[in-house]
């Protein structure tokens, strides 16, 4: 599976490969990177895809709230 889950629809669909760099990244951090290409996502287990998700959430949040404290920044 090279793309995000087809149950989860993404609010932009450009952001797609952006997502998907992401959920890679977060995997090589993770050190699962060498399991996803053994074993291929299907064969991933539940507890390596929510690590991988969590890990997402919690960049995400971290990307969002720099790009709200440089907004806050640049209206001063």
Same mark, same amino acid.
């Given at each position: ?12 669909? *450009? ?7 992401? *959920? ?23 507890? %390596?895809?929510? /690590? ?5 959430? /919690? ?5 969002? %709230? ?11």
């Amino acid at each position: 599976m090279d793309s995000l889950s087809n149950n989860n629809r993404l609010l932009n669909p *450009k952001a797609r490969s952006a997502m998907d760099q992401l *959920k890679y990244e977060v995997a090589q951090d993770l050190g699962l990177d060498d399991d996803i290409q053994n074993r291929g996502w299907e064969n991933m287990t539940t507890r %390596e895809v929510g /690590k991988i998700g969590g890990n997402m959430v /919690k960049r995400m949040i971290a990307i969002a %709230e720099q790009q709200m404290a440089n907004q806050q920044n640049a209206q001063k």
